[in-house]
């Protein structure tokens, strides 16, 4: 489910997210050359992630497709209770909900460095409460419940995060190395690569 949603969001802004991505590397590796910084590839790679990460939440939220009946719910708890507890409704609102913001609370974790719950809620909250006030405005529903769900998804995300952390600190040396972190991301790229000019419909693989 989580999965398909994304897939239709990349399908729906691929020229955007290719043109933007070419963009940002261009000036990216402009900006490191010309003040001749260190290049480390698993670093550069995990900002593209995020990148991309949020261009698709973006068009996951604001899609005005998924819903264009509008609402108001300011009570807590009201809507996620109405889904019968693993109905496909339930799996969609509710836990893609907590999903979706599992990637954020890492990725803004692993940028402010966040070390207490705090760190994260506060972002969390900020972002998920503006995000329900544009959908508002654009034909969809602004609910408390998806506010609380988001946030509940941030802060999985930050205690992976200060889990992935504390077990690194206990890994051998080689597993720490930027090397390693280097052959991984590399493997991950070409996996990404692959599903999308997949979802491009270029069929190079």
Not at 20 to 27: D, G, Q, T
């Amino acid at each position: 489910m989580i999965l398909n949603l994304f897939t239709n969001a990349i399908a729906k802004i691929w020229p955007m997210l290719t043109i933007f991505l070419v963009v940002i590397i261009a000036i990216r590796v402009s900006y490191l050359r010309i003040n001749h910084e260190k290049f480390v590839f698993y670093r550069e790679f995990w900002n593209l992630i995020f990148v991309i990460y949020v261009l698709i939440l973006f068009q996951l939220l604001t899609d005005s497709e998924v819903n264009t009946t509008g609402g108001l719910n300011l009570v807590p708890f009201t809507e996620m209770f109405r889904y019968k507890l693993g109905s496909p409704l339930f799996y969609s609102n509710v836990i893609g909900n907590i999903a979706i913001f599992v990637p954020f609370g890492y990725f803004v974790s692993s940028y402010i460095h966040a070390s207490k719950i705090s760190h994260i809620l506060f972002i969390s909250i900020i972002s998920s409460f503006t995000v329900e006030l544009v959908q508002l405005q654009i034909g969809r529903s602004f609910d408390v419940d998806d506010i609380i769900l988001n946030v509940v998804g941030a802060v999985i995300g930050f205690l992976l995060f200060i889990a992935l952390n504390a077990i690194k600190k206990h890994l051998p040396r080689f597993f720490q190395s930027d090397v390693f972190y280097n052959l991984i991301c590399i493997l991950f790229c070409l996996i990404f690569l692959i599903y999308f000019t997949k979802i491009m419909g270029l069929g190079w693989f």
